[in-house]
């Protein structure tokens, strides 16, 4: 065990033990060895996280940020049962930084390819020269160890104790459907955002609503259909209001906290090539980032070694949409930007046509 660089030793483990724990399992088998090293790595003094490996802090507990650990390296078969220690020592506080990634050169407008209204100008069709191949949905993602069966039994789990849902229950603020997620667990793009609206609700799918059918032509342009992503919400509970009707709101911290485990887990267990956070609060319930959306866009923060993307929520665009089209398509374009980089990061290719969609004809 390297002493002398504790810290993300700390990390890797915490992360496992949580796995192992959201998964049911409360006790855990080690070598005599093993169970030596995790004491002495209990003890040890946290210390910053490595300068190159920057993390936004998790919003809702300050706790550790973990990162993914391969299994080999901490369990070890049948010796001595100890029990998992719930928490590892918290780190000091550190600033958010971003993955330095420069932005894409800005265009000057947007042209009505993300408008609610079906403007020509822009081709959806899949058949066209331009579309781009999407992720093959039958493989698992590269990046993870498990297969699309390993993937699809862990999300059923996830998704019954998220359905069971304890905690968020408990509250009694939250609607009791609760909506999961939809995509593919072979996603190498997974986007998350707030919470399910009454339209979500009716149908227990996320983004199913206008600012659902908006993401879905932002996912078009970039050549996705959803069934190649992998969308969820970081509260999985419509949030309760009186004489609801079909409004909508945001959800607490506490709301989000209750429901925050389970979105992690789909996360750790798709391991996609790149993670949306789609507005202000999936930012700061996944990322930890407490600046606006509006300077934490653009940029790439990282969630347990896996870029995560900020932008702007498709509900805020539609908003914007009532102030005009000028202003409107203003906020459009910061949107294809951040998507433009987030399907570089996902290694799909950026047609010149796709490039050129959002500049001046
Ligand atoms: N807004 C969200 O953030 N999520 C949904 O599922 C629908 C609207």
Redo the contacts with the bound molecule.
Sequence with gaps: MPAADPYPVLCLLRSHLESLAANGQRRLWLTGEARQALKEIVRLKPRPWPADRVTAPAAMDESPVPVPVPEQNVVTPPAVAVSVPAVAPAPPEREQETIPEPMAEPASFLNSAMNTDSTPGLSFDSDSDDSIPGPDSTAASPQSELTLEEKETALAKVRERAEEGQAARALGTLRDRM?FAVGTPAAEIVLV?????SE?EKQRE??V?P??QLLTRILKVMGLERSQVYIT?ICKYRPAMESQGSRNRQPTVKEMASCLDFVREEIRIIRPKVIVA??ATASAGLLGIKTGVMSARGKFYDFEGIPAMVTL?P?YLLRCEQGGPEAANAEKRKVWEDMMQVMERAGMPVSEKQRRFFLPK
């Design positions: 909506v955002g707030e919470a399910p609206g979500e996320p983004f609503g600012a659902g919400n789609l507005g929520h509900s």
